[in-house]
Nanobody
């Protein structure tokens, strides 16, 4: 079994910062893409940021470019999302995503349960 566990969400004022973490554990052989999606009330889930295993390629949705930074610690199977200059429109449930090759050599997409980020004064 493989699981992703997020942490770091919460309530923050506009202009503030939060750092999300997501640790993958279980029968992991290797992890390819890791990243973050979010879903606001009444909206579809959208990609926020994604990073390859080497870190050589990152992809951000336009609305967070210059404010959010994704990073990975492959030794810890962990991905981070540093969120600065937060805006009310960043309010959403943030989901960790990972593309994992398990020890049984099967490749699956995995999702965390989500962590709430609320930006409000």
């Amino acid at each position: 079994q493989v699981q992703l566990v997020e942490s770091g969400g919460g309530l923050v004022q506009p202009g503030g910062s939060l750092r999300l973490s997501c640790a993958a554990s279980g029968s992991i052989f290797s992890i390819y893409f890791m990243g973050w999606y979010r879903q606001a009330p009444g909206k579809q889930r959208e990609l926020v940021a994604l990073m390859t295993s080497s870190g050589s390629t990152t992809n951000y949705t336009d609305s967070v470019k210059g404010r959010f930074t994704i990073s990975r610690d492959n030794a810890k199977n962990t991905v981070y999302l540093q969120m600065n200059s937060l805006k009310p429109e960043d309010t959403a449930v943030y989901y960790c995503y990972a593309d994992i090759l398990r020890t049984d050599k099967r490749l699956y997409d995995y999702w965390g349960k989500g962590t709430q980020v609320t930006v409000s004064s």
